[in-house]
C-alpha cells in the first residue's frame, strides 16, 4: 500500500485513521499497527493518539537498518 486519501469529518487519533485504512486495503491490522513502526503526522513522528484532522498527512515509518 502507496498512498491512499481517507476523508476525516472533524477529529480521530493517529491509531482510529489507520484501522479505517487496514479496513480499506483488507489487510492484517498487525500490518499498520505494532511496535516496530513509527508513525508521523505532517512530517513529525507521534504515538497512536495524536489527534488528526481531514488536512493532515499520516504516515507509517517501517524499521530502518544498515551501516556497515
Do not use: C, Q
Amino acid at each position: 500500500m502507496d498512498m491512499m486519501e481517507i476523508p476525516v469529518d472533524g477529529s480521530i487519533s493517529a491509531r482510529g485513521i489507520l484501522g479505517l485504512a487496514v479496513k480499506r486495503a483488507g489487510v492484517d491490522p498487525g500490518v499498520l499497527i505494532n511496535n516496530s513502526l513509527l508513525y508521523a503526522v505532517n512530517h513529525e513522528t507521534v504515538d497512536l493518539d495524536h489527534e488528526v484532522v481531514d488536512s493532515d498527512e499520516v504516515a507509517v515509518l517501517p524499521p530502518l537498518s544498515g551501516g556497515a
